[in-house]
């Protein structure tokens, strides 16, 4: 009885790895929240060097963005595509919490703007 006893205790403890493993590494690093703003030509240009020492440029936002719910958070990203991000775009922004990060961006149509965000930014 107790060879049963201590085999389920011992699958249910390896089971249980991964599962806290991603419980307390993988959310909170990398869970993020989706946040919508309005791209115009708003962008800061700088020129920096690679490890290479050859120049290159790199486009920096800071905007107001809005989550569904159309609560505001100011996030800094950059273009990452090595030009500025077309003007006159919807973009859902992924940012992590924690990290204080964004994780990434897309571009999004208007219609896919949830409709609280998409009051915060006309207004």
């Known amino acids: 009885m107790s060879k ?41 240009e700088v020129i920096e060097k690679d490890d290479s020492g050859n120049d290159y440029r790199a486009y920096y936002y800071r905007q107001k963005s809005y989550d569904k719910d ?6 800094k990203f950059n273009s990452a595509i090595g030009r500025p991000i077309k003007p006159d775009n ?3 922004v992924t940012y992590n919490k924690k990290r204080d990060l964004v994780l990434s961006w897309e571009k999004v149509q208007k219609n896919e703007v949830p409709t609280k965000s998409l009051d915060a930014l006309d207004e």
């Open 70 to 75: 159309g609560n505001e958070k100011l996030l």
């Open 90 to 92: 919807f973009i859902k």
């Open 4 to 44: 049963k006893i201590w085999s389920v205790l011992i699958v249910g403890i390896i089971l249980l790895i991964p599962f806290l493993g991603y419980e307390l590494w993988y959310v909170p690093n990398y869970a993020s929240e989706d946040y919508y703003t309005f791209v115009g030509d708003s962008y800061q």
